[in-house]
């Protein structure tokens, strides 16, 4: 529906917005084509309220012909067309409305002077037109810059509650008693290894603490968060986690929403690795695919473990920080193949402004 028919405060300001135009066709008719003011009132008033509702119907090719992506000639072309239509389709009400208001006697004989004011009418009808199509850009601007602005909220809403989510991973009686467990065990067997794993523990912490409030951070931060991340783990596993990266360099100046990565990679060692008596390994590939960056992770895991109760919620955050930062424009995969289990993640390449802000690279990024 028409943004200004779903609104009735819109609709009485828009009806509002016709009456100077209503007033010029009324001055015109009886300056321009002779009509006394009482026939150039009746049926310029009447005329105008009908075809302020006509012009509504520029909404819908405006819709269809964005300005941003579409040629000028397919744009200018389209909204003339439209409008020759709908002044045409004007015309025919003026007569029809001409022929009705001669049957009262006030307005005897005003279809046989009509013919004078057909052209006019007709300019007039496509000139209304084409402001009826840019008031609609300017709502469909005005609509595209409220929805990016809730996108924006939503994202700096989820990526609040991923930071959270991270924070609760590391302090969780699961991840908290593991790890105090071991620098316990190390306190006696390896006083030195235990002081490590409690400076990389809180590294960690610190690291993770303020991500949620950017919106985007390289791809390079990002890796740091999860290698700082596996650090813990492999004082804790030992030789039985395994890491290996595959990263093009030019991927790592990519932007990301923060602790992205993080949630896929606990995941694996959530749910692969930690199942695993001889352990496994954890494989993390990014690359640059024309205006797209491809990240997958993949991990061995035992398809014959029963699931945990938490399987899948690392996914589902991921999946719906996406969908707020990039809508459609994401995607991400899971699935196994055999004793490998495998997630990619499609996004749009995101380029580093030289002031330190991010902006969105149409194909290669830019620096």
Not at 153 to 172: D, F, W
Not at 186 to 205: H, I
Request: some cysteine; aromatic content about 8%; charged content about 20%.
């Amino acid at each position: 529906m028409h943004p200004i028919l779903a609104n009735l405060r819109r609709l009485s300001v828009y009806l509002a917005g016709w009456v100077p135009l209503a007033a010029l066709v009324v001055y015109l008719l009886k300056t321009a084509a002779g009509f006394t003011w009482a026939e150039a009132a009746a049926l310029g008033t009447l005329l105008c309220l009908f075809y302020a509702f006509i012009c509504l119907s520029a909404w819908y090719p405006c819709r269809l012909t964005p300005l941003r992506f579409r040629a000028v000639q397919v744009v200018l072309a389209t909204h003339l067309a439209g409008g020759l239509v709908a002044s045409a389709i004007w015309v025919l009400v003026a007569r029809v409305l001409a022929a009705l208001l001669s049957s009262l006697h006030v307005f005897a004989g005003l279809d046989a002077h009509l013919g004078r004011a057909l052209g006019l009418l007709f300019g007039l009808g496509i000139l209304f037109y084409l402001l009826s199509v840019a008031m609609d850009y300017i709502l469909l601007a005005v609509e595209a810059s409220r929805q990016a602005e809730e996108r924006e909220a939503q994202a700096q809403i989820l990526a609040r509650e991923a930071e959270l989510r991270a924070l609760k991973a590391q302090v969780n009686p699961h991840f908290l008693f593991n790890s105090l467990n071991s620098i316990s065990a190390l306190t006696t067997l390896a006083p030195s290894k235990a002081r490590e794993m409690c400076v990389l523990l809180g590294d960690f912490l610190r690291k993770t603490l303020g991500l949620g409030e950017k919106s985007m951070i390289p791809l390079r931060e990002e890796m740091a968060l999860v290698d700082g991340y596996l650090r813990v783990e492999k004082v804790r596993f030992g030789s039985r986690l395994a890491m290996e990266e595959q990263l093009e360099p030019a991927a790592l100046d990519v932007a990301v929403p923060p602790l992205l990565l993080q949630p896929l990679v606990e995941n694996a060692v959530l749910h692969g690795i930690s199942n695993l008596p001889e352990g496994g390994w954890i494989r993390l590939r990014a690359r640059r695919r024309q205006d797209e960056l491809e990240i997958v992770v993949e991990n061995k895991f035992d398809h014959e473990t029963p699931p945990a109760r938490r399987h899948g919620v690392g996914l589902e955050n991921v999946r719906r920080r996406l969908e707020a930062c990039y809508g459609s424009r994401a995607s991400l995969s899971a699935g196994a193949d055999g004793g490998c289990f495998r997630v990619i993640l499609t996004l749009p390449l995101e380029a580093k402004e030289d002031r330190g802000g991010w902006r969105r690279a149409a194909g290669n990024i830019e620096r």
